[in-house]
């Protein structure tokens, strides 16, 4: 069946082509693919033609897995094996989270990146991620006709190196080529931007889901230059929620509820939200599994004083940003607003209030991300865009070490323009040592203990020499991603010491490896059972094809030929229904090739036989040649 | 790698007073040509270049932005060490001044002051600018040991200053 021949994606294409290359805002509660076609940007929707993905993963019990509102619907019926919010636990681990109003079961992991148990296995976020990733390239490749080059993901600004790193290992389990992790409120500043030919010094005011970013750029002919950035990243829409659903609890006097009752309520609680943006109060009625019926009004000036911490918490963040950047309210020419939850009348109150302007909204602040992420990745995959863009970020938290007492030197300050290096000279403390550890920590606080614990080194292979004579330089590189990496020499003997990483939070090399693996196994197993159906498929209809035909025209044949027939039908029947575990597609597509080959001559015969068949009786003029 | 001149791959000439706009669209012209973000398809060996020009970049935007940093960076292009752990001789009268505005800081930090803090932040900006006068005067005349003084405290001034700027956050 070689008539269609379909070539390799990616290698027909012509040299000048188009390269498919999108946007992905990996969002904590809803999450988008935008690309630019014909020099706009765009977002793409699915077939039901939404353009926001939920990001809600659910295990299913037949194996499969349910991403997107068919998952989010479930929330409440089978809480334990549907993820929401996995973008929370990305590079965390157990004690980094509020474990209360979560119906998991967590796995600890002595530290290291939390885990949650499924019906499914143990899934650690990064594979919770890498689910919804999937189903956005998927929804890519399938609108855009084709294999994509590359994704531009973004991340909150505020993210920490764990927390980017495993956003960086969802996209590669996802099968995704990352050209850039990008900070969400640059990439709205791009959309923004490059929308309004804005030039001159802008505050993007992020508030999604579960995090708030707040960044100052200056703007200026293409180039988008990020002066500071702040934020909080555990904060976000879903606080908002949980306000409500702690109120709801007090008014109606209800008991701790289970895990569905809480999926339930904090479902209504974030409608009665999103209902409050239009409407002086909002009515939330619910039966909870215990027979109890839930039936308040939540006004919006109850709402605003439950949630008044919440949105006070935004301005600390946005002040240090400003302070950073040297600049004062007076010098901000606009402010955007970012993320579902700046939808919310009080947060437009308090940015206007604080900025003392009104801030913009003339993008949808759900797809500005996306949109501006798609802009960035058409860039960087090399296809032509009108402007010369050029992104200058920073690193939102510092860099350092720990040096004696417990205490954090720092290395890289933060809000320092990517890509950065700096070295820092160690010595030894003994005589003859030959290895240090090291250990790097990231944030702004001065003891060990407040920051967060990125990666232990260790130096080996130092030359032995006296105490204090060994000069060991490590050199500390922050790439464009804000991805840490670190490389060490002993400069007297010029040895290149060997590195041994430990990440504190995230997946080591082989664990991606192996669930690169398992993934690529399952894979196999899938092509496999795909291949053996559609072999099965194939034979049965070629053996009901040639009954039929025995039947009808069997006449056409000698005795011998049937008898050859029969047996590549038995053959072809044994292979057919051969036990699950013997079952195999290439068997059976080799016995449905001899069964083909055998009735060769009675095909022909056949055809001749109708045709004459066809014929008899009429005349040239009749025959419509 | 040979060590760049900040200045020469500025193409500004080397003195201490130099025009921020230049330095500004200099900087911006290079990241625009040497930015990871244009070698995202390119070969591990150009990306590796790309990463080292741009570092060396950011770097020296940095280093000539601020007038400490650049003034540092003038006298160690004349092997004079400004900021050195074992030399750190100051006027007697400059250490008094540190002393008076560390304990400023602290009282004001005590009293959860944030307005007397910011006014600090001010006054020794206006004392930094006057530095930055001389400054210009020292290198103009290669005046090397004023201009280290100088350097010195405009660079001790940035720390206070930095500070300041740690004590408000706090009490944010």
Known sequence: MALLQISEPGQSAAPHQHKLAVGIDLGTTNSLVATVRSGLSSVLIDDDGHALLPSVVRYLPDGDIDVGYSAQAAQSQDPANTIISAKRFMGRGLKDIDVSLQPYHFVDNNNEMLQIETRAGIKSPIEVSAEILKALKNRAEKSLGGELVGAVITVPAYFDDAQRQATKDAARLAGLNVLRLLNEPTAAAVAYGLDNAAEGTYVIYDLGGGTFDISVLKLSKGVFEVLATNGDSALGGDDFDRRIFCWILEQSKCKPVNAQDTRLLLTKAREAKEWLTDHASAQITSILSTGEVVNVSLSTKQFNELTQTLVAKTLAPTKKALRDASLDIEDIKGVVLVGGATRMPQIRLAVADFFKQSPLTNLDPDKIVALGAAIQANTLAGNKSGADLLLLDVIPLSLGLETMGGLVEKIIPRNATLPIARAQEFTTFKDGQTAMSIHVLQGERELVSDCRSLARFELRGIPPMVAGAARIRVTFTVDADGLLSVSAREIASNVEANIVVKPSYGLSEEQILAMLKSGFSAAEADKQARALAEAKVDAESLLEAIKNALQQDGHLLSLNEIKTIREKIDALQANIHAGAGDANSNAIIRATEALNAATENFAARRMDASVSRALAGKNLENLNL | ?172
């Open chain 2, 1 to 172: 790698m040979p060590s760049t001149n900040y200045f020469e791959l500025f193409k500004l000439p080397q003195t201490f007073s130099l025009d921020v706009a230049i330095l500004e669209s200099n900087y911006r012209k290079i990241q625009s040509e040497s930015h990871p973000d244009r070698f995202v398809t390119a070969s591990p060996a150009e990306k590796l270049a790309s990463m080292q020009t741009a570092t060396t970049a950011n770097e020296a935007y940095q280093t000539l932005k601020s007038p400490g940093l650049r003034a540092a960076y003038l006298l160690s292009l004349q092997g004079v060490t400004a900021i050195d752990e074992k030399n750190n001789q100051m006027p007697a009268d400059f250490l008094m001044q540190q002393m008076e505005w560390r304990e400023a800081i602290e009282d004001a930090e005590n009293a959860s002051d944030v307005s007397t803090l910011e006014n600090l932040l001010e006054e020794i900006g206006i004392a930094g600018k006057s530095l930055q006068e001389s400054l210009k005067n020292q290198f103009q005349h290669n005046h090397l040991s004023e201009a280290t003084d100088s350097t010195r405290k405009l660079i001790f001034m940035d720390k206070v200053r930095a500070d300041i700027l740690k004590s408000i956050e706090k009490l944010d």
